[in-house]
């Protein structure tokens, strides 16, 4: 399984777009990049996923280059609300996935 | 359609006792995992079922845990002789029976076990 790194913890005012990036230097033909958030004492929710170039939803963006071998989630405008932990991970087909220790995002008014 | 359901939310034991965490996939979902997470870190895979068959069992301890995931009503992770060290959060999540990379896995809020 790919292993991901991305950073400890991250801070940012109400307002500001968010961007945070996992490298993923041995990710195979087949894994895509999911991105989760989890707030304190509850499961991880399912934010955005994405295999090349650009995926957007109603919650975030994400960019993926073309060696893939990293990734960015942007997240626009912050609110107080987005204060939790996201988590990168790579997922094969059929996978159980691999949290890491995620990035702690601190959104300050 | 309702979320992934566990029960109970909040389980106390003491050390020796068992414990039974309880998981309701979504609707149509016939994929279950089980994670753990100790405070202040990252879930930890520990099974993967589907209906009547353990699939990946490769993160749970090799003693005194089990999951089963029967044909009819809720995944069971039982954990016997509880110790202290089992205390932490415990996360279901179900995901539909496709195989493809981009199913998604749906999370339940967890059980929270205290072992004293």
């Known amino acids: 399984l790919a292993k991901t790194t991305q950073p400890i913890s991250m801070d940012s005012y109400e307002g500001q777009e968010v961007n945070i990036t996992c490298s993923h230097n041995n990710i195979a033909t087949n894994d895509y990049i999911t991105w989760y958030q989890q707030f304190p004492s509850q499961g991880p929710r399912f934010i955005i996923q994405g295999y090349k170039t650009k995926v957007t939803n109603e919650v975030a963006s994400l960019f993926i280059p073309a060696d893939r071998k990293s990734s960015t989630l942007s997240l626009p405008r912050v609110s107080l609300s987005d204060t939790a932990v996201y988590y990168c991970?790579?997922?094969?087909?059929?996978?159980?996935?691999?949290f890491g220790g995620g990035t702690r995002v601190l959104v300050k008014p | 359609n309702a979320g992934v359901m566990q029960n109970p939310r909040h389980l106390v034991r003491r050390r020796g006792q068992e414990a039974r965490l309880r998981c309701s996939p979504m609707k149509g979902h016939s994929h279950v995992y089980w994670y753990r997470q100790l405070p202040e870190e990252g879930l930890k895979f520990m099974v993967y079922?589907?209906?009547?068959?353990?699939?990946?069992e490769s993160g749970m301890p090799k003693e005194r845990f089990s999951a089963e995931f029967p044909k009819e009503g809720p995944s069971i992770l039982r954990i016997q002789q509880v110790v202290r060290g089992d205390s932490a959060a415990y996360f279901c999540?179900?995901?539909?029976?496709?195989?493809?990379?981009?199913?998604?896995?749906?999370f339940g809020p967890g059980t929270r076990l205290l072992v004293l």
């Open positions: 079922l589907q209906k009547e068959n353990i699939i990946d």
């Open positions: 991970l790579v997922k094969a087909a059929g996978n159980k996935l691999t």
């Open positions: 999540a179900s995901s539909p029976a496709s195989e493809r990379p981009t199913e998604t896995q749906y």
